[in-house]
């Protein structure tokens, strides 16, 4: 299994501002995931962070609106950049972890833009 | 492309009768499934999976869903719901990768199930 810590768990945010979340992991993974899941709607993956390599995004994701970090197998952040009231959403940290497949969310930072 | 419905949005069941969540898939090979259960709040939890063998599975919290390849279904059901079941409900499907910690899981649109007493 995982623990997965999200920070912060909520936050107001200003039209045009950033806000970079952070995602911490008790173990160490290979693939670390973000997901999307805008009010009402499921959840959409947005870019899948490898330790020491870009991100890759899904289609209708780019690294300008969205970059990530990575810098180390337990740990990554997501900077929602230029933000407009479309990105008010909760955004979701993912781990994979063991042999099992089963994929492990943090409890997700709740984003609202005025 | 692979992708999940959900045909239920919401679901209202008395508190003690029977329950059955409907998922249909799109996969052009063998898929993982999962059931994925979120209360208010909160993040998401496995409920249960099915990657091989027996198409009968069981999870956590009395729950179990039956993978049908005919159907093209992984239903999940529950012979008696209590309070506390009441949450959203996400199908999903996933990659069969060779290499685990590739998949990448598809979601259903959710269900939102309310009990009533």
């Known amino acids: 299994s995982a623990v997965i810590s999200q920070k912060p768990s909520r936050d107001i945010c200003q039209r045009g501002t950033s806000l970079t979340i952070q995602c911490q992991v008790d173990?160490?993974?290979?693939?670390m995931f973000w997901y999307r899941q805008q009010p009402g709607q499921s959840l959409t993956l947005i870019a899948t962070?490898?330790?020491?390599?870009?991100?890759?995004?899904e289609s209708g994701f780019v690294i300008d609106k969205f970059p990530i970090s990575r810098p180390n197998l337990t740990f990554s952040t997501l900077t929602v950049s230029n933000m407009s009231p479309e990105d008010s959403s909760i955004y979701l940290c993912?781990?994979?972890?063991?042999?099992?497949?089963?994929?492990?969310f943090g409890e997700g930072s709740r984003l609202t833009v005025l | 492309a692979q992708s999940v419905t959900q045909p239920d949005i919401h679901i209202t069941v008395s508190e003690g009768a029977s329950l059955e969540l409907r998922c249909n898939y799109s996969?052009?090979?063998?898929?993982?499934l999962f059931w994925y259960v979120q209360s208010p709040g909160q993040g998401l939890q496995l409920l249960l999976k099915?990657?091989?063998?027996?198409?009968l599975v069981q999870g956590i919290k009395g729950f179990e869903a039956e993978f049908k390849r005919s159907q093209s279904s992984f239903n999940l059901r529950k012979p008696s719901v209590h309070w506390s079941d009441a949450a959203e409900y996400f199908c999903?499907?996933?990659?069969?990768?060779?290499?685990?910690?590739?998949?990448?899981?598809?979601f259903g649109t959710g269900t939102r199930l309310t009990i009533i007493p």
């Open positions: 993912s781990v994979v972890t063991g042999t099992t497949g089963e994929l492990f």
């Open positions: 173990s160490q993974v290979t693939m």
């Open positions: 962070a490898n330790q020491g390599s870009e991100a890759t995004y």
């Open positions: 996969y052009g090979a063998t898929p993982y």
């Open positions: 099915y990657f091989s063998g027996d198409t």
């Open positions: 999903a499907v996933g990659a069969l990768a060779a290499n685990f910690g590739n998949e990448k899981l598809t």
